[in-house]
């Protein structure tokens, strides 16, 4: 289990875990007059038909709506004061129980939270919107949530390629195998990749899209990747496969990238990379393409600028900050880059997580024999939270095309991409 200082879910003796001699302090006695008005506070905000808050002396109602139950003192006054925060901690802890859907809680959550954002979401989106990790901050950060092992992701990630990205639901039956694939398919029309084509991936995952590319498409890839474990996994596949010759997995930080190539293509990678990074980014790039080379970046982003949930950042991707769209085109506009083609895949990826978490949920036991059950709640609800970030629009996906400005190679539509309608 990882053992970061960055405070992970599940590590024996963190001060989030349940603490049953605190909690028994007000959960064995009646809640105080003080304790019911901060409880009427929260269900003002709430659609009771949907969703109902008890504390820790009444009872599950059986009517079957969605129930959150507070368990003791200290949990009712930390979620009051800060949602966004302590829920995620104190359901974690079992401080918090849900009876019911769990989607359904999360739903009116961010209704909730809509209707009552603090001084806190603006300090943090401040403090966030310049950042630029270094090379250690984003080492650390990646260590945080990539090296957990590679046995616990390929319980519910797709089979074939390990993708932890949005996948792509042109049909709407597709299982999420066929979706990842359909994905990669995706990205490399818009690439238009052809054989012997080099391709330069920052931020390569367990190597699936590489050797993609590779076997798919004829290229021949470079892969940059800070995370140990993936690296190890991506090259000991490609081995596999037989796509060595084709495919090379280099530890280290994309800030790092040298040669020409023929495409950059990036997915997953721009979460990680800091606000305050993507001038630097751009002149990489700028200095990387070839003169007729065509770029990818494919990101989890914003409609305006916030900084990301700050129970996310904290326990699951620290220093993550999903940009807009004005704030990629830092990338772009000093470097003498121009953008080409924007698409929003949003609502895919809410499918995409809805496939995650139904596997997620049929591997619970797996899961906790390998970490523990702060660990499994925790996780169940950032893959729900997620869901409902993106079908409530506080997350977009953008796959945003780009090669070097007055370049005109350029195709006259967009039919490479969308063969047989997809």
């Known amino acids: ?16 875990e349940y603490d049953e001699q605190t909690a028994n302090k007000s959960g064995g006695s009646a809640p105080s007059i003080l304790d019911n008005w901060v409880l009427s506070k929260l269900l003002k905000c709430i659609d009771e038909s949907k969703l109902r808050i008890i504390l820790w002396d009444a009872a599950i109602p059986s009517d079957g709506i969605a129930t959150v139950q507070i368990l003791d003192r200290g949990a009712l006054y930390k979620v009051a004061r800060y949602p966004e925060l302590h829920f995620g901690d104190l359901y974690s802890a079992g ?37 630029a990790p270094s090379l250690d901050d984003s080492r650390r950060n990646i260590h945080h949530h990539y090296d957990i092992g590679n046995e616990f992701y390929q319980l519910w990630l797709d089979r074939d390629a390990h993708q932890y990205t949005c996948a792509y639901y042109p049909e709407q039956a597709m299982s999420i195998e066929a979706a990842q694939q359909a994905k990669m398919h995706h990205v490399c029309r818009k690439l238009q990749l052809k054989p012997g084509d080099t391709v330069v991936e920052a931020g390569g995952g367990w190597g699936g899209f590489a050797l993609f590319m590779a076997k798919n498409y004829g290229a021949r890839v470079r892969s ?23 495919v090379e997995f280099v530890e280290d930080d994309f800030r790092n990238i040298s040669g020409r190539y023929d495409a950059f293509v990036s997915i997953g990678m721009l979460e990680h990379a800091g606000a305050g990074n993507y001038p630097a980014l751009g002149a990489l790039i700028q200095r990387v393409l070839s003169d007729n080379g065509r770029g ?3 990101t989890i982003g914003r409609d305006r600028a916030e900084r990301l949930n700050p129970w996310i950042d904290k326990r699951i991707f620290p220093g993550a900050y999903p940009p807009t769209l004005r704030e990629m085109m830092d990338i772009f506009e000093p470097n003498g880059l121009s953008v080409l083609d924007v698409e929003n895949l949003r609502l895919h990826y809410a499918k995409t997580l809805h496939a995650w978490l139904d596997r997620y949920e049929e591997n619970l036991d797996t899961i906790r024999d390998m970490f523990d059950e702060t660990f499994v709640r925790g996780w169940r609800l950032y893959l729900a939270g997620s869901i409902m970030a993106f079908l409530h629009g506080k997350l977009q996906l953008f796959q945003v095309v780009f090669t070097r400005s007055g370049m005109n190679n350029i195709p006259s539509s967009r039919a490479h991409i969308y063969v047989d309608g997809q």
């Open 296 to 298: 990818l970046i494919h």
């Open 1 to 16: 289990m990882n053992k970061s200082r960055l405070e992970p879910l599940g590590v024996p003796g963190s001060h989030y």
């Open 95 to 131: 401080r918090i129980r849900v009876h019911g859907d769990l989607l359904t809680v999360l739903d009116e959550t961010y209704r909730y939270l809509a209707e009552n954002a603090t001084a806190a979401k603006w300090i943090g989106r401040f403090q966030r919107l310049a950042a």
């Open 224 to 246: 940059f990747n800070i995370s140990k474990e993936q690296i190890a996994h991506s090259r000991a596949w490609a081995e596999r496969e037989g796509l060595s010759n084709l």
